[in-house]
């Protein structure tokens, strides 16, 4: 019979899928895991590469395009070859007893969707998850008796800071934030930032996406709602603090006036490793904090002017329901649209929050647990909708510049 713990991960050629990849290969290898799945984008090289280390039994490109160089790099490999968001579903259809869910945006949805319907463990790293269909989310894992657990190093944080404590006793969760590319900047600079300058980070090495959104603040954004979702707790009990050194990853504050919280270098195989060998703890090939050099550790509160994401994901917070879908789709479609020199730096929040506006008064968007199919829709509506909204902003800047 196979002992092999069975796995599969989605979103394997990024930085998190990355970093995945090396814990497995560390532990073992094919010889510890058998691999079900593996999922990429462009990069087939690295794809295959994975695959043929791991012996995978199936590796999925998301591009059509990308098919016939992959099933070439992996000719006479043994290794099953897809493209294409239907095969990625399919691939998640596949039992695995560990998922990484590792897929930046709203395109790592269905995949964990459809990976958590087998119960087993979702090491979910894809935040939107949590941000666009929280509640289903969820709901979904409670049903299949699967178990989230999280890889955003925050939330592992104040995972491992509750492990034996009851949450009727938590005051407050504190996630921290480096403050990202420009927490030094004159604010008035901000609106000629690059592309560039924004995707520099002072401490984590990340995907460009999510580097650009800790420059913004837009990921503290997506995990404050992240932290609502997934431990259940109030947002005036969730608060953020910067704090450029980037070691205490989040502190839970109990009612007794004491606060636990989590160190550790600045390094995502910590948060992996710990939910891949959850509830066990295994050595790790993470630096050793030596907190004799580092020194002080500093903290203060974000400036609300540098930062105005936080104070609209306090605004979904308040409406629930499909607010989250809107707010994720708006945010990335801005994104979309400053990566590609169509706005600038500081037009981002403004898009979102005018998508947000116009979706408020819409019947469906309040409290409900929207099912997936009402979440897709409008995650696509509100794409096209800021997509429109950053043509119109970005014209206004030439213009003015004009
Ligand atoms: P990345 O851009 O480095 O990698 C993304 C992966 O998803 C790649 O394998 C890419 O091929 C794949 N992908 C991209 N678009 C796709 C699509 N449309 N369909 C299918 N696959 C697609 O991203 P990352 O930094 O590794 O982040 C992945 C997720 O983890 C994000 O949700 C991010 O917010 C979260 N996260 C990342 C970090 C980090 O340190 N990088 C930390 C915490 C949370
Ligand atoms: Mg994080």
Known sequence: MDERRSVSVFGSTGSIGESTFDLLMRQGGPRAYRTVALTGGRNVARL????????????????EDCLRPLQAALAGS??????????????????????????????GLVPGFRALAHGGTLALANKESLVTAGPLLMETARKAKARILPVDSEHSAIFQSLLSEEMTSVERVILTASGGAFRDWPVERLVAATVAEASTHPNWAMG????????????????????????????DRIEVLVHPESLVHALVAF??????????????????????????RTPLPVARLDLARVGSLTFRAPDPLRYPALALARQVMDKGGLAGAVFNAAKEAALDAFIEGQICFTDMAGVVETVLEDFSGRTGFGPALAPL???????????ARARSVAERT????????A
């Not at 280390?53 to 490109?61: G, I, K, S």
């Not at 970005?394 to 510049?401: A, C, M, P, Q, T």
Request: glycine share 10%; charged share 25%.
């Open 208 to 235: 460009q996406r999510i580097t650009i959104d800790s420059a913004s603040m837009f990921n503290k954004a997506l995990e404050l709602i992240e932290t609502r979702e997934f431990f259940g707790i109030d947002p």
């Open 394 to 401: 970005g014209d206004k800047r030439w213009k003015s510049r």
């Open 255 to 280: 009612c007794d006036g004491g606060m636990i919280g989590h160190l550790g270098a600045p390094d995502m195989r910590h948060a992996i490793g710990y939910a891949l060998n959850w509830p066990d």
């Open 48 to 63: 295959a590469e994975m695959a043929r280390a791991l012996q995978a039994e199936l590796a999925v490109t998301a591009h």
């Open 78 to 107: 043994g290794v099953e070859v897809a493209a294409g968001a239907q095969a990625l579903a399919e691939a998640a259809d596949r039992p695995a007893g560990w998922v990484m869910s590792a897929i930046v945006g709203a395109a």
């Open 373 to 383: 199919e009402a979440v897709l829709a409008a995650d696509s509506e509100a794409r």
